[in-house]
């Protein structure tokens, strides 16, 4: 049965009569980027008395995560000015929570109707997994997180070897697993007593997955006037993206501190904070994670574009895409 069938059917049983879905006449998707186009049936739709515009992917094997799909509906809805809602055969469990912590609507047949603008959320064969509390990875989940993509799989590991490679505790280490398993990136597999983290992906894919929920490691930033060598040891900021690309350094120098430790260091006399930006020697990152947990030596790749992803300088985005691109998963 085609996928617009299904759908039918589905609505019908949902809303007691059938809708009709009404293929958009060309001049309503005229000034539509070519990609979007060519991606996407779309739909004319009125649901609970609302006008919707309903997009199905003419390649269901399209690999499009999350994220895009969120990007895209964005740029649609800008379009259309109406609510825009994907049309999905199927969805994996762990890309359908995304999709709802994302507030991308969504359609899959017999499955679930998610249409945020709406209040709307029906679901059948599944557990509620709606508008959760938190909308990004914790630090701890981060680490964690950042510590199996960079160093080791942290799958080889159960939760109480884990706590002692990570220095957290094992409560700790349950809510990491908890919250992991939340957003759908990992599930817990037992053997005996034990508890392993399993990603359900790998690599590039999971961190591409992941990457709308995780957060700056940066809290705030400080200029400095007089600051103890020994805290400036990982650069930072554009002077660790300038060590690692083509990019030009600034002439003040940035470097990373866990925010604890310099409060410490500002206590101890170590740190004399500039008035203004003309008089600093440093710029200091206070970072909410140690910036040596992955690396002794160097920022980690990822956490350096976590803290440069909102910068809007073109050509800062444009090295952090080669960065990534030139990344060994």
Known sequence: MKLEHQILKYLEEILGKTPELVPLARERVRGLPYFLVNSYQFF???????????????????????????????????????????LLSRVEAYQRNRLVQMGVPFIVPNRQLFLPQLMIDLQEHFPRAAFRQAKQLSTPAQLVFLYHLLAENVGEFSLRELAHRTGYSATTLTKVQEELESFGLCEIRRVGRSKFLHFKLS???????????????????????????????????LSALAEKTHINSDQVPTYAIKESTFKKSLMNGEVVVAQDRD?????????????????NQNIDVLSLFLSLKDDPDERVQGELKKLLEDQSW
């Open 44 to 86: 004319d739709c009125t649901l609970f008395g609302c006008r919707l515009v309903l997009v199905q992917p003419k390649n269901r094997k399209a690999d499009a995560t999350p994220a895009e799909y969120a990007q895209q509906v964005v740029r649609l809805q800008d379009h259309f000015k109406v609510p825009v809602a994907l």
């Open 279 to 295: 008089e600093a020697t440093a710029i200091v990152e206070l970072w909410a994670y140690d910036p040596k947990f992955v690396s």
């Open 203 to 237: 690599g590039k894919k999971l961190w591409k997955a992941a990457l709308p929920i995780l957060r700056s490691p940066v809290r705030r930033i400080e200029p400095v006037r007089d600051i103890a060598p020994r805290l400036l040891v990982m650069k930072a900021g």
